[in-house]
Protein backbone atom coordinates (compact mmCIF):
# COMPACT_ATOMS: atom_id res chain seq x y z
CA UNK A 1 0.00 0.00 0.00
CA UNK A 2 2.42 2.46 0.88
CA UNK A 3 4.36 1.59 -2.42
CA UNK A 4 1.27 2.19 -4.41
CA UNK A 5 1.04 5.63 -2.56
CA UNK A 6 3.82 6.85 -3.72
CA UNK A 7 3.79 5.90 -7.27
CA UNK A 8 0.22 7.87 -6.80
CA UNK A 9 1.63 10.98 -5.38
CA UNK A 10 4.63 10.98 -7.71
CA UNK A 11 2.48 10.24 -10.89
CA UNK A 12 0.22 13.50 -9.64
CA UNK A 13 3.37 15.63 -8.58
CA UNK A 14 4.67 15.14 -12.31
CA UNK A 15 1.30 16.33 -13.59
CA UNK A 16 0.85 18.93 -12.03
CA UNK A 17 4.79 19.94 -12.66
CA UNK A 18 3.75 19.01 -16.78
CA UNK A 19 0.22 21.05 -17.23
CA UNK A 20 0.22 22.60 -20.07
CA UNK A 21 -2.45 25.29 -21.28
CA UNK A 22 -3.30 25.34 -25.02
CA UNK A 23 -2.82 29.18 -26.24
CA UNK A 24 -5.72 28.98 -28.56
CA UNK A 25 -8.36 27.23 -26.69
CA UNK A 26 -7.07 27.93 -23.17
CA UNK A 27 -7.71 23.98 -22.35
CA UNK A 28 -5.27 22.69 -19.80
CA UNK A 29 -3.73 18.95 -20.68
CA UNK A 30 -0.81 16.89 -18.47
CA UNK A 31 1.82 16.58 -21.38
CA UNK A 32 5.17 14.62 -19.58
CA UNK A 33 7.07 13.92 -22.54
CA UNK A 34 9.48 15.71 -24.70
CA UNK A 35 8.61 17.53 -27.77
CA UNK A 36 11.83 16.76 -29.43
CA UNK A 37 11.52 13.28 -28.56
CA UNK A 38 8.08 12.64 -29.97
CA UNK A 39 8.84 14.59 -32.89
CA UNK A 40 12.18 12.48 -34.05
CA UNK A 41 9.75 9.36 -33.71
CA UNK A 42 7.09 11.07 -35.67
CA UNK A 43 9.96 11.56 -38.59
CA UNK A 44 11.03 8.07 -38.31
CA UNK A 45 7.66 6.77 -38.65
CA UNK A 46 6.22 9.64 -41.15
CA UNK A 47 9.38 8.31 -43.55
CA UNK A 48 7.95 4.33 -42.71
CA UNK A 49 4.35 5.81 -43.89
CA UNK A 50 6.30 7.12 -47.33
CA UNK A 51 8.17 4.10 -48.14
CA UNK A 52 4.93 2.14 -47.86
CA UNK A 53 2.84 4.38 -49.69
CA UNK A 54 2.69 5.87 -53.12
CA UNK A 55 3.29 9.49 -52.75
CA UNK A 56 1.13 11.65 -55.33
CA UNK A 57 3.23 14.68 -56.98
CA UNK A 58 2.83 17.11 -60.01
CA UNK A 59 -1.50 16.35 -59.58
CA UNK A 60 -3.89 19.40 -58.79
CA UNK A 61 -4.48 17.52 -55.66
CA UNK A 62 -1.01 17.22 -54.42
CA UNK A 63 -0.63 20.71 -55.00
CA UNK A 64 -3.64 21.79 -53.28
CA UNK A 65 -2.79 19.63 -49.91
CA UNK A 66 0.89 21.51 -50.50
CA UNK A 67 -0.21 25.09 -51.00
CA UNK A 68 -3.40 24.77 -47.89
CA UNK A 69 -0.69 23.28 -45.67
CA UNK A 70 1.56 25.78 -46.24
CA UNK A 71 -1.06 28.65 -45.88
CA UNK A 72 -2.23 26.88 -42.34
CA UNK A 73 0.99 26.22 -40.79
CA UNK A 74 2.34 30.28 -41.65
CA UNK A 75 -1.21 30.83 -40.38
CA UNK A 76 -0.36 29.08 -36.91
CA UNK A 77 3.25 30.06 -36.78
CA UNK A 78 2.21 33.69 -36.86
CA UNK A 79 -0.30 33.29 -34.58
CA UNK A 80 1.90 31.84 -31.80
CA UNK A 81 4.94 34.49 -32.63
CA UNK A 82 1.99 37.40 -31.84
CA UNK A 83 1.16 36.08 -27.91
CA UNK A 84 5.42 35.07 -27.30
CA UNK A 85 4.49 31.58 -27.74
CA UNK A 86 6.88 30.46 -30.48
CA UNK A 87 9.11 28.50 -28.56
CA UNK A 88 6.05 25.79 -28.77
CA UNK A 89 7.12 25.58 -32.37
CA UNK A 90 10.59 24.40 -31.84
CA UNK A 91 11.36 21.39 -33.58
CA UNK A 92 8.64 21.60 -35.97
CA UNK A 93 10.01 20.68 -39.53
CA UNK A 94 6.49 20.69 -41.50
CA UNK A 95 5.92 18.13 -44.61
CA UNK A 96 2.71 17.65 -46.25
CA UNK A 97 2.51 15.06 -48.86
CA UNK A 98 -0.93 12.90 -50.32
CA UNK A 99 -0.96 9.18 -50.29
CA UNK A 100 -2.61 6.92 -52.67
CA UNK A 101 -5.00 5.60 -50.82
CA UNK A 102 -8.98 4.46 -51.02
CA UNK A 103 -9.32 5.41 -47.17
CA UNK A 104 -10.99 8.33 -46.07
CA UNK A 105 -8.20 9.79 -44.23
CA UNK A 106 -5.98 12.32 -42.87
CA UNK A 107 -3.16 12.72 -39.94
CA UNK A 108 -0.34 14.82 -38.43
CA UNK A 109 2.41 13.38 -36.32
CA UNK A 110 4.09 15.38 -34.07
CA UNK A 111 6.40 17.76 -35.10
CA UNK A 112 4.18 18.54 -38.45
CA UNK A 113 4.61 15.65 -40.62
CA UNK A 114 0.79 15.78 -42.75
CA UNK A 115 -0.66 12.97 -44.76
CA UNK A 116 -3.72 13.19 -46.36
CA UNK A 117 -5.37 10.17 -48.58
CA UNK A 118 -6.58 10.39 -51.89
CA UNK A 119 -9.93 8.71 -51.06
CA UNK A 120 -10.42 12.26 -48.33
CA UNK A 121 -10.11 14.43 -51.42
CA UNK A 122 -13.74 14.05 -53.53
CA UNK A 123 -15.07 14.81 -49.76
CA UNK A 124 -13.03 18.00 -49.45
CA UNK A 125 -14.30 19.10 -53.09
CA UNK A 126 -11.79 21.97 -52.76
CA UNK A 127 -8.84 23.94 -51.05
CA UNK A 128 -11.09 25.33 -48.22
CA UNK A 129 -12.39 21.48 -47.99
CA UNK A 130 -8.78 20.42 -47.65
CA UNK A 131 -8.20 23.39 -44.70
CA UNK A 132 -11.18 22.13 -42.63
CA UNK A 133 -9.27 18.55 -42.48
CA UNK A 134 -5.63 20.58 -42.28
CA UNK A 135 -6.80 22.83 -39.20
CA UNK A 136 -8.11 19.50 -37.81
CA UNK A 137 -5.57 17.53 -38.10
CA UNK A 138 -2.61 20.31 -37.74
CA UNK A 139 -4.58 21.14 -34.27
CA UNK A 140 -4.40 17.45 -32.82
CA UNK A 141 -0.48 17.81 -33.29
CA UNK A 142 -0.10 21.84 -31.76
CA UNK A 143 -2.56 20.85 -28.94
CA UNK A 144 -0.09 17.76 -28.03
CA UNK A 145 -2.88 15.96 -28.39
CA UNK A 146 -0.68 12.68 -29.38
CA UNK A 147 1.74 13.93 -26.12
CA UNK A 148 -0.99 13.84 -23.82
CA UNK A 149 -2.51 10.57 -24.73
CA UNK A 150 0.98 8.81 -24.65
CA UNK A 151 1.70 10.55 -21.04
CA UNK A 152 -1.68 9.31 -20.20
CA UNK A 153 -0.47 5.77 -21.22
CA UNK A 154 2.76 6.24 -19.63
CA UNK A 155 1.83 7.42 -16.33
CA UNK A 156 -0.93 4.19 -16.39
CA UNK A 157 1.89 1.90 -16.72
CA UNK A 158 4.65 3.28 -15.00
CA UNK A 159 3.56 5.58 -12.42
CA UNK A 160 6.10 7.02 -9.61
CA UNK A 161 8.78 6.13 -11.77
CA UNK A 162 8.58 8.54 -14.55
CA UNK A 163 8.73 11.42 -11.54
CA UNK A 164 12.09 9.73 -11.31
CA UNK A 165 13.49 10.24 -14.65
CA UNK A 166 13.78 6.46 -15.13
CA UNK A 167 11.84 5.89 -18.14
CA UNK A 168 14.00 4.81 -20.41
CA UNK A 169 13.82 6.11 -24.47
CA UNK A 170 13.01 1.96 -25.61
CA UNK A 171 10.01 2.33 -23.20
CA UNK A 172 8.73 5.27 -24.60
CA UNK A 173 9.07 4.39 -28.14
CA UNK A 174 6.86 1.17 -27.08
CA UNK A 175 4.19 3.23 -26.11
CA UNK A 176 5.07 5.54 -29.29
CA UNK A 177 4.76 2.76 -31.70
CA UNK A 178 1.16 1.69 -30.16
CA UNK A 179 -0.30 5.15 -30.55
CA UNK A 180 1.13 5.36 -33.83
CA UNK A 181 0.90 2.01 -35.63
CA UNK A 182 1.87 3.05 -39.08
CA UNK A 183 1.15 -0.26 -41.34
CA UNK A 184 -0.94 -0.97 -44.63
CA UNK A 185 -3.98 0.03 -43.30
CA UNK A 186 -3.26 3.21 -41.32
CA UNK A 187 -5.22 3.08 -37.37
CA UNK A 188 -3.42 6.11 -35.97
CA UNK A 189 -3.91 7.20 -32.45
CA UNK A 190 -7.39 6.95 -31.30
CA UNK A 191 -7.97 10.56 -29.56
CA UNK A 192 -10.87 11.15 -26.65
CA UNK A 193 -13.99 13.20 -27.44
CA UNK A 194 -12.69 16.10 -25.72
CA UNK A 195 -9.28 16.37 -27.88
CA UNK A 196 -11.64 15.93 -31.06
CA UNK A 197 -13.15 18.93 -30.08
CA UNK A 198 -10.68 21.07 -28.99
CA UNK A 199 -9.17 19.87 -32.61
CA UNK A 200 -12.77 21.18 -34.24
CA UNK A 201 -12.31 24.33 -32.29
CA UNK A 202 -8.70 25.08 -32.91
CA UNK A 203 -8.61 24.14 -36.91
CA UNK A 204 -12.09 26.44 -37.11
CA UNK A 205 -9.61 29.18 -36.50
CA UNK A 206 -6.82 28.00 -37.85
CA UNK A 207 -8.39 28.00 -41.15
CA UNK A 208 -10.32 31.32 -40.90
CA UNK A 209 -6.29 32.47 -39.48
CA UNK A 210 -5.03 31.67 -43.21
CA UNK A 211 -7.95 33.16 -45.13
CA UNK A 212 -10.15 30.22 -45.58
CA UNK A 213 -14.02 30.57 -44.79
CA UNK A 214 -14.50 28.58 -41.81
CA UNK A 215 -18.38 28.55 -42.24
CA UNK A 216 -17.39 25.97 -45.19
CA UNK A 217 -16.38 23.72 -42.10
CA UNK A 218 -20.54 22.79 -41.82
CA UNK A 219 -20.95 21.60 -45.17
CA UNK A 220 -17.51 19.41 -45.19
CA UNK A 221 -18.87 17.26 -42.06
CA UNK A 222 -21.88 17.36 -43.68
CA UNK A 223 -20.26 15.83 -46.47
CA UNK A 224 -18.08 13.23 -44.23
CA UNK A 225 -21.29 11.93 -42.63
CA UNK A 226 -22.85 11.43 -45.75
CA UNK A 227 -20.03 9.04 -46.78
CA UNK A 228 -20.35 7.40 -42.66
CA UNK A 229 -23.96 6.85 -43.60
CA UNK A 230 -23.58 4.76 -46.97
CA UNK A 231 -20.79 2.59 -45.79
CA UNK A 232 -20.90 -0.30 -43.41
CA UNK A 233 -18.28 1.53 -41.07
CA UNK A 234 -17.74 4.79 -40.38
CA UNK A 235 -14.55 6.10 -42.34
CA UNK A 236 -11.45 5.82 -39.72
CA UNK A 237 -11.12 9.65 -39.69
CA UNK A 238 -14.66 9.71 -38.27
CA UNK A 239 -14.46 7.05 -36.19
CA UNK A 240 -13.99 8.23 -32.94
CA UNK A 241 -15.14 11.76 -33.40
CA UNK A 242 -18.34 13.47 -31.46
CA UNK A 243 -21.81 13.01 -32.88
CA UNK A 244 -22.62 14.82 -35.74
CA UNK A 245 -25.22 16.86 -33.72
CA UNK A 246 -22.58 17.64 -31.12
CA UNK A 247 -19.77 18.92 -33.36
CA UNK A 248 -22.44 21.19 -35.49
CA UNK A 249 -23.54 22.60 -32.73
CA UNK A 250 -19.57 23.05 -31.33
CA UNK A 251 -18.56 24.68 -34.28
CA UNK A 252 -21.39 26.80 -34.93
CA UNK A 253 -20.39 28.15 -30.73
CA UNK A 254 -16.95 29.09 -32.36
CA UNK A 255 -18.25 30.54 -35.53
CA UNK A 256 -18.22 34.24 -34.46
CA UNK A 257 -14.80 34.28 -33.37
CA UNK A 258 -13.85 31.91 -36.40
CA UNK A 259 -15.66 35.05 -38.15
CA UNK A 260 -13.34 37.49 -36.31
CA UNK A 261 -10.48 36.25 -37.34
CA UNK A 262 -10.92 35.09 -41.15
CA UNK A 263 -12.54 39.13 -41.26
CA UNK A 264 -9.02 40.25 -40.06
CA UNK A 265 -6.96 37.69 -42.89
CA UNK A 266 -9.11 39.40 -45.30
CA UNK A 267 -11.94 37.21 -45.57
CA UNK A 268 -14.88 38.14 -47.72
CA UNK A 269 -18.19 38.52 -44.79
Not at 83 to 106: C, S
Not at 166 to 185: R, T, W
Request: hydrophobic share 40%; with cysteine.
Amino acid sequence: MKIKTIIATGAVSLALVACVTNPITGRKSVQIVGNDQLSAMGVQEYQTALSKAKVITNTTDATRVKNVGIRIKNAATNYYKSIGREADLQGYNWEFNLLEDKQLNAWCMPGGKVAFYTGIMPVCKDETGIAVVMGHEVSHALAGHGNERISQAMIAQYGGAIAGGVISNDKLQQVFKVAYPIGAQVALLKYGRSQELEADQMGLYIMAMAGYDPRQSLPFWERMEAQAANSQRPPEFLSTHPSPDTRRSDLNKHMSKALEYYKQAGGKM
